[in-house]
Each structure stands twice: as structure tokens, then as C-alpha cells.
């Protein structure tokens, strides 16, 4: 086995951790782990991250559900447009985007560069998320759950998670908070619930496209993140989540810098 490859497994426990501590952030360490470290091709590493992604959130939404922090009915609200969005977006949306977006003299814009750069901007966007503390902000009153909201934030999600292979915890979890009043642990667990959907959902797009799949890495990468969801879940009961979430954020945000600067400049 390459050293790379063995470096890769070592970090597929800590794309667990994350999932398990902070209920996201699982996808944007695993496209950039399995892209520049495991050397998979950036359209396939968004396809294997949400198998990677699904799966072990799917493990994660199990133990936060016997802990009694996931709102099923939310899951569905949330669940149905993003689940059928993210579908859309990996069998019909990404297929389609051509492999050469435009070319110069010097330069070519590849649809795997494409991917990359729009990646790195959700990585920032996200970590503006991450970092801004939620619980100072006060969510709304409002008992009343506005459907069409929720079935908007729900499709957005979904096209995001489809084009780069993202989770979308980071984007679920502010929802379910300022949407539907849900408190910040309940957030974390309906979110892996949620996650996990769109994710194997999304996946299964990548299926019929007849991807060509590894399951020999897919499943060791799987198997070694859904060991660290386990590890995360331990800790979280015993450090902030909010500290950690804000650290993470920072991290996320020089690594979206680091992303848009290497696939534009240094490739």
C-alpha cells in the first residue's frame, strides 16, 4: 500500500471525528484528503465522499437518536426537496457540465478545476458559519413552520451537496436553528439524519452514471470515518462543541484559500 494512501486511511478516522463533534464538516475534509493526498480524480472524490459521508452520518444519526436529539418530522421537511435535488444534481446536473469550461492561449479551465474552486468557495462559505457563534443569535418566535421556506433551503442544499460532494451540515444545521427554532444539539442529530439521505441519495446518481467505483479504498475509508464517529460522539460529550466548531471554521477557511490558489495558480 502507497504511503499516501495509508496517510489518507489515518485522516478518513478525523472526517469522522468532525461529523461526530460538530455534526458537520465531514466532506470538506474528505474531497480535499481523497483528491490531494489519496490522488483520486476531484468529479470521483465528490461521488466517494458522499458515500463516505452518508454512510458514517447515517451511523452517527443512529447513536444521536437513542440519545433522543433527532426530530424526525424535521428530517422529512428538510429530507424530501434535498434528497431529490442532490439526485438531480449528480445524475443530470454534473454529467452535463462539459470537461473543458473554456480555454486561452495559456491556460485551460477544466470541468475537475471547476469543481474544485466551487468547492473551496463552499469550504469559505462555510466557515463563516463555523466560526460566527450561534448561540448568541436568537432565533425566531414563530411557532408556525414555513413550508415553502424550508422546501426552498432544502433544494439549495440539495444542488450544493450534488455539485461538489459536500455534506451540507454547515448549511442544514443554521437552518433547523433560525427556521424551526431547533436547539443546537437537536440541529446536530437531525442534520446526520438529513445528511446521511442526500448523501447515499446523491451516490446513487453517481451509480447509474456508471461511475467507475474503488470499494476496496470506498469501503476501508468508510469503514476508519465511521470508527471516528464513534471517537467524536465520546468527546463531544465531554469538550465545547462551539469552541471546536469556531477552531474547525478557521481551519476550513485557509484551506478554501489554499484550494482556490493552488487549482488556480500552482497547477
Known amino acids: 500500500m502507497e504511503m499516501s494512501h495509508i496517510i489518507g486511511y489515518v485522516l478518513a478516522v478525523f472526517v469522522g471525528i468532525t461529523l461526530g463533534l460538530i455534526g458537520s464538516g465531514g466532506s470538506i475534509l474528505s474531497v480535499p484528503i481523497l483528491v490531494y493526498i489519496m490522488n483520486v480524480e476531484p468529479i470521483l472524490a465528490t461521488a466517494y465522499s458522499l458515500f463516505v459521508v452518508g454512510t458514517t452520518a447515517l451511523i452517527g444519526g443512529i447513536q444521536k437518536a437513542k440519545q433522543k436529539l433527532v426530530d424526525f418530522r424535521k ?60 448561540k448568541g443569535i436568537i432565533p425566531s418566535k414563530s411557532d408556525k413552520l414555513n413550508y415553502y421556506k424550508i422546501g426552498v433551503q432544502g433544494i439549495f442544499i440539495g444542488l450544493v451537496v450534488g455539485l461538489v460532494g459536500a455534506g451540507g451540515g454547515f448549511l442544514i444545521i443554521p437552518a ?41 479504498l470506498l469501503i476501508l475509508f468508510t469503514f476508519l470515518s465511521i470508527i ?40
Do not use: C
Request: hydrophobic share 55%; proline share 4%; glycine share 6%.
Open 176 to 216: 433547523l436553528i433560525f427556521m424551526t427554532k431547533t436547539p443546537m444539539k437537536m440541529a446536530i442529530g437531525t442534520s446526520l439524519f438529513i445528511v446521511s439521505a442526500q448523501s447515499l441519495f446523491g451516490f446513487m446518481g453517481d451509480i447509474h452514471a456508471n461511475q467507475i467505483i474503488d470499494w476496496k
Open 75 to 134: 428530517v422529512v421537511l428538510f429530507g424530501i426537496p434535498t434528497v431529490v435535488s442532490v439526485f438531480v444534481a449528480r445524475k443530470y446536473l454534473v454529467p452535463r457540465i462539459p470537461e473543458v469550461i473554456f480555454s486561452t492561449e495559456n491556460f485551460t479551465f477544466h470541468k475537475s478545476v471547476l469543481i474544485m474552486v466551487f468547492f473551496a468557495i463552499v469550504m469559505i462559505a462555510a466557515s463563516v458559519s463555523m466560526i460566527k457563534p450561534l
Open 228 to 267: 471516528g464517529i464513534f471517537i467524536g460522539n465520546f468527546i463531544s460529550k465531554r469538550v465545547n462543541g462551539e469552541n471546536l466548531k469556531s477552531s474547525f471554521g478557521w481551519f476550513v477557511l485557509v484551506m478554501g484559500i489554499y484550494i482556490i490558489i493552488k487549482e488556480l495558480f500552482l497547477s
